[in-house]
């Protein structure tokens, strides 16, 4: 079965600091991988998403994520921190279950960035 | 697009009352999700609904939960009777699936829910 990890649920860094926030995924099938930020009291949005083709995915706010096959992987960056960024972001994968697909999604991980 | 509609936003009720949550996908959409959110179980998946047919309900709690999708712009989520532990923030996410697509939910923003 399809699932993904995101280990701890708390990541704090600095304005101005890379931003890491790390993804490992299991799948028997090659999978379609996703992050989705939450911004407080609101829905989750899709930041970006990997399907097939370039490894490095790019999305909005200036995140991007590398697919890594051999690392099962597909971790989340941003060069530089703002204190716009603080939000919960979770990690998905996609999941076939009699013909159809849904998401697992990670516990997902709650970013601090502090001034 | 108006994106995914959800009322209400806020919903305070008392235990053992029915609660009914509703949600309007972004109009073209042929997949419809319920899911909850929680401090302490994350994100979890209740059903989900392809052409407005149930694939999916194993993430249903119990009986007490159900869902229906009449047509491809409407659904429900209801609650009877509604319990303590079932205050939580439920979300409607919607996409559109078709061959070869790819799972891009759009998510609406949600309906608090406490029961008291």
């Known amino acids: 079965a399809q699932s993904v990890t995101q280990l701890g649920s708390h990541v704090s860094v600095s304005e101005g600091a890379l931003v890491l926030l790390r993804c490992n995924y299991s799948s028997s099938v090659p999978p379609y991988l996703f992050w989705y930020v939450q911004y407080p009291n609101q829905g989750l949005q899709l930041l970006l998403k990997?399907?097939?083709?370039?490894?490095l995915v790019k999305g909005i706010n200036g995140f991007e994520a590398e697919f890594k096959k051999s690392e099962t992987s597909f971790h989340l960056t941003k060069p530089s921190a703002h204190m716009s960024d603080a939000a919960e972001y979770f990690c998905?994968?996609?999941?076939?279950?009699?013909?159809?697909?849904?998401?697992?999604f990670g516990k997902g991980m709650k970013l601090t960035v502090n001034p | 697009d108006a994106g995914v509609i959800q009322s209400p936003r806020h919903e305070v009720t008392e235990m053992g009352q029915e609660v009914t949550l509703r949600c309007k996908p972004i109009s073209g959409h042929n997949s419809l999700f319920w899911y909850r959110q929680t401090m302490m179980r994350g994100l979890e998946l209740l059903i989900y609904?392809?052409?407005?047919?149930?694939?999916?309900d194993s993430g249903m709690p119990e009986d007490r939960f159900s869902a229906k999708m009449p047509n491809a712009s409407f659904s429900t989520l209801k609650i009877q009777p509604s319990e303590p532990r079932d205050s939580a923030v439920y979300f409607c996410a919607s996409r559109y699936l078709d061959w070869g697509g790819t799972d891009t939910q759009y998510f609406g923003p949600g309906t608090r829910l406490t029961v008291l």
């Open positions: 990997y399907t097939t083709g370039a490894t």
């Open positions: 609904f392809n052409n407005n047919v149930p694939i999916d």
């Open positions: 998905a994968v996609t999941a076939t279950q009699g013909g159809s697909e849904k998401l697992v």
